[in-house]
């Protein structure tokens, strides 16, 4: 059983979309983090969050602690969101669990 | 610009052979960390290192082994490489005490022929 469970997998989108991917984590959490991995490798940080709503940009990600969830919003999607978006959480012993990520794909 | 750098974006190996896999950070982080990220598996965590010469071991690490000799650098090993070991490898670091300043490399692709 995966500790983090991501949804949906695979996600295509017209640009100009709005997006959702959800992220669902089944252990007790400090932080709860949003990545991003484009074609190629690289992982970047997008948030890093243990309560509320962030927002940067045209990305916003919001965590419901009592819930379990989060969710990674994009506002008006283009191209070149064109990633794979990880959910990862920290546990109080710092120990990283990852999902296994939602690969999105935005058609022009 | 931080940085966390990984010496190769591209290696093919042989079955059997020693193979190196290099990570520089220049953050001072002392947390260091060695992922493969797999399709349908997600990533997971090979081995870690909170400080200098000290190593501990992740969820995956048969068949591999980690020096940390200089804080900067984490350096992964496959001892005898093979050919389940084919996967893109992930280094990252981060601040001491957690979660803070987590950076990724930006991966090398292993493939073991």
């Known amino acids: 059983k995966n500790e983090v469970e991501q949804s949906p997998q695979n996600l295509t989108a017209q640009e100009g979309e709005f997006i959702t991917i959800n992220c669902s984590y089944s252990?007790?959490?400090?932080?709860l983090h949003w990545l991003q991995q484009h074609p190629g490798g690289g992982i970047v940080s997008l948030f890093m969050l243990s309560s509320g709503k962030k927002k940067h940009g045209r990305l916003i990600a919001t965590i419901n602690i009592q819930e379990k969830h989060s969710s990674l919003h994009i506002t008006a999607s283009h191209p070149r969101d064109s990633a794979v978006y990880i959910c990862?959480?920290?546990?109080?012993?710092?120990?990283?669990?990852f999902g296994t990520g939602t690969s999105l794909t935005v058609i022009p | 610009d931080v940085k966390v750098t990984q010496s190769s974006r591209y290696l093919v190996k042989r079955t059997g052979e020693k193979v190196f896999l290099e990570c520089v950070q220049d953050?001072?982080?002392?947390?260091m960390f060695w992922y493969r990220q797999d399709p349908g598996l997600g990533l997971r965590l090979i081995y870690f290192?909170?400080?200098?010469?000290?190593?501990e071991k992740g969820d995956i690490p048969e068949g591999y082994s980690v020096s940390r000799e200089k804080k900067e650098r984490f350096s992964l090993i496959l001892e005898s490489a093979s050919t389940n070991q084919t996967s893109m490898y992930l280094c990252?670091?981060?601040?001491?005490?957690?979660?803070?300043?987590?950076?990724f490399g930006s991966g090398t692709r292993l493939t073991v022929v």
């Open positions: 990862a959480v920290t546990n109080t012993g710092n120990q990283f669990y």
């Open positions: 990252a670091s981060s601040v001491g005490g957690g979660n803070y300043g987590y950076t």
């Open positions: 252990v007790g959490i400090s932080a």
């Open positions: 953050m001072d982080h002392e947390n």
């Open positions: 290192s909170y400080d200098v010469k000290m190593k």
